[in-house]
């Protein structure tokens, strides 16, 4: 996908939707974005944020769960900034039945209503595919990495954000 497709898109969204500067944006300027990737590009995604704690979050707006949770996944990004935490959103919405440019209007106007001015990524894959790949049985999730990148914990079911920042907090006070 080009980057000014999605320059463009994210200025649509923001023109149609009203979008707000966020304390503690990281690249994104303040703007909530939404980008399509498929499994490999999530990993490399993952890869480039080496040096930090990487959160992401495995979700759907059809997910109630999900979207319950979700704002937690806001807060650890606003509480700790893009210094030593990195926070990515992925958005398994895909059905694999038409584009995913079509099908990223409702996941972009929750991200924006949210404030996720981080990573947010949609897979470009089928949600099942998604699901085998990432060895999870379905959304929500939630994968904390290392510094290097190595997977450090999965949290499934109904993961709450109490337990995953009790688990990050010793994990970002090691320097």
Not at 60 to 72: A, D, I, L, N, Y
Request: proline share 5%; glycine share 6%.
């Amino acid at each position: 996908m080009s980057r000014l497709f999605m320059i463009s898109l994210s200025l649509a969204a923001c023109v149609l939707l009203g979008c707000a500067d966020t304390p503690g944006a990281t690249a994104t300027e303040g703007k909530v974005t939404l980008e399509p990737r498929d499994f490999q590009g999530y990993q490399e995604l993952v890869a480039s944020k080496r040096g930090k704690i990487v959160v992401v979050d495995a979700w759907s707006t059809f997910c109630e769960p999900c979207v319950r949770e979700f704002p937690g996944l806001v807060a650890l990004h606003r509480k700790y900034g893009a210094e030593r935490l990195a926070c990515i959103s992925l958005c398994a919405n895909y059905a694999g039945l038409g584009k995913v440019t079509d099908e990223m209007r409702e996941p972009l106007e929750f991200l924006t209503r949210q404030g996720a001015t981080f990573d947010n990524v949609m897979s470009s894959e089928a949600d099942e595919d998604l699901y085998r790949k990432l060895k999870i049985s379905t959304v929500p999730a939630i994968f904390v990495y290392d510094r290097d990148g190595k997977l450090l914990k999965t949290f499934e079911g109904e993961p709450k954000y109490r337990d995953i920042e009790a688990f990050i907090a010793p994990l970002l006070a090691v320097k």
